[in-house]
């Protein structure tokens, strides 16, 4: 494969319209795309019938609107190209209003309450900034149209309208601001760069494990011996078996214009991580919900499994999804770099303030932003950013800050001659200085910022569109402070009385330290930082007064699309408990019980209670056999008692805070079986099989 060749060859790409459309028409869409523009109406027909040549040439024969509904993933539904002709011959037809716009029948897709089934109608709209492609099977192939997905009265029924909503604002507000400090710009775009953690098992084994398959993490399971003790897996050779799949995974990915660049063993035995290149966040997202899409069934020809979830297996590291994130003008001002003239690093600076105030006063919405039901377990365990969020700046950004607040500085070249470092080298300190600590949720690293906390399986769109709009909300703060400050003082001296006063009220949100220790979580309540432990409670934040106002005036979520977001969370949080429980039983009652107890047939146990007649072993597993089965019993009422009950809400609070404990009290008892039993009686593959043996 040749990458150059191979890149974005499945995509309707700037070079395929330049060359399949009129110059005009050309300069239009390549205007829309590059400016976010809404589509001109006009020149649909020329585009519609552009890409369907394109395509009838690739082999397509159905196209799709490809969008991200509420119940996350993505969804599609395929048309053909086919139309017959009044006197009866067929023909390809693909026409404007099918490119643009397409009504699913989509009265199955959660709505959270905005819509009742009966006026279920929703429609899809062309999002033409987010390219046109194919993905193709043995015998044809399928054309992808990336949409918004939204009801007739106009509410967002899926991710990406919202996250679009975001861009919007964070371009609207920072342009604001810039315009104060003396920057014109076309257009300021947030980039994300996705750092994607997965788990690739062999896929015999997983065939072999209900839990996986129905759960996507394994509910039973003794830790392995080994697990990753011996630290050797990370950056370690990747086997060739999985460079045989990276391989087919990124050629795949480069024909849909992916533009993949990085691929390593993680820390656990069978996790790795890729990375693309960073793009605007809409393309990122889109990106990487397509990523997540091609590598199931590419991990299946090669006979392995891909897990996304947060924490397949107990005792080893569980996978996260490192969220790079940063401002910048189309022109190419990276707003988190801090550049080496003296204009730019006070602006730089005054960026960093923006975000600290942000997060200060609405880390707890970035909490809800990794709200997922696999993050629980990740979350906190030593392995993962804890569930306070803070921010990570370094020694240098936090020296300059501290002497900021501290100093009577109303000058950059006083400040500079102040410190032990020449200001100048900034950018280079940052870079190699900023990238150590890797125990914070929220780390600056060097021009960007890494928000790690986020769940390997989430849609990124969330994440995004949040951090968007609390740091469009500070930055709308930050220009009103601004204007009245420069009313009676310099711009410069203006900035830095700026910077002085968010930081003041901030700084309580930075922490260098280590994220992951016991001495942090008494810290931070001490400072006030609120610690959500579950998704449960992380997801009620998004549904307070203040949050609801928020998003309004920034206007990416209305009140109701919020609440029916929230809805949609609550419902598969449940949900997704009571089947982890029924699992977890049907286990244990087709399985479990029945391999123990032909086991005790064979070694003589013949009944459970009465223990004294047993000698030691009989007695330690018929002792054992009568706690599984008292748990066992315990959690069967306590799902069904769950179950019962209607109220979504209820549901997911006792899921969270009941049946998922219960589930955990069974884990060793029932490892105390899986490694007491002779392996060919046991009935499912262990940690030590899916972990080690390959
Ligand atoms: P690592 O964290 O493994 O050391 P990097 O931090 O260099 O790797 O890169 C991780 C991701 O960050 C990549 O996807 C990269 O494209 C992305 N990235 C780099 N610069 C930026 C930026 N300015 N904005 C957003 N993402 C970025
Ligand atoms: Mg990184």
Known sequence: MQIRKTFAKNTFNLDVMREKLPGKVFEKLKRTIQHGENLDTSIAEAVAHAIKEWALDQGVTHFAHWFHPLSRGTAEKHDSFLSIHENGGVFERFSASQLVQAEPDASSFPSGGIRTTFEARGYTAWDSTSPVFIISGENGGTLFIPSVFISYSGEALDTKTPLLRSMKTLDRETKKLLDLIGIRTERVISNLGPEQEFFLIDRDYYLQRPDLILTGRTLIGGESPRGQKLEDHYFGTIP?????????????????????????NEVAPRQYEIAPIYEDTNLGTD???????IMPD?????????????????????????????????????????GDDYDSQLRFMLFISVVLNAIMKNGHLLRAAIAAPGNDFRLGANEAPPAIVSVFLGSTITDILDRIESGDYNDWESLDKSMEIDLHELPDLLIGNTDRNRTSPFAFTGNKFEFRAVGSSQSLSIPNLILNTIVS??????????????????????????IKELYSKSKNIVFNGDNYSQDWVVEAEKRGLPNLRTSFDALQQLIKKDSIKLFEKMEVFS???????????????????LIEGNTLLNMLDSEIVPAILEYFQII??????????????????????EELYTKLTELRELVTEVKSQD????????????????IEELRPIVAYFERNLPSDLWPYPTYVDILHRY
């Open 240 to 264: 060739s078996r999985v460079v045989t799949f990276m391989r087919d995974l990124e050629e795949k990915a480069y024909s849909l214009g992916i533009p993949l660049t990085t691929r390593h």
């Open 287 to 293: 990106h990487n919900h397509l990523l997540m899409e």
């Open 298 to 338: 590419i991990a299946r020809s090669h006979g392995l499994e891909v897990l996304f979830h947060e924490k397949p297996f107990k005792g080893i590291n569980g996978s996260g999804k490192h969220n790079n994130w940063s401002i910048q003008t189309v022109e190419g001002i990276n707003l988190f770099d801090p």
């Open 473 to 498: 909300s500070s930055i709308t703060e930050v220009t009103k402070l601004l204007k009245k400050k420069m009313k009676t003082m310099e711009k410069n001296v203006a900035i830095l009385e700026v």
């Open 559 to 577: 009140k109701k699309e919020l609440i029916a977001r929230y809805n949609v969370d609550i419902h598969h949080l449940g949900t997704l408990i």
């Open 604 to 625: 003589g146990i013949s009944e459970v209670s009465g223990l004294v007649s047993f000698d030691k072993i009989k007695g330690n597993h018929a002792e054992m056999f």
């Open 647 to 662: 109220d979504d809400v209820e549901i997911a609070r006792r899921g969270v805070s009941e049946i998922r404990p219960a």
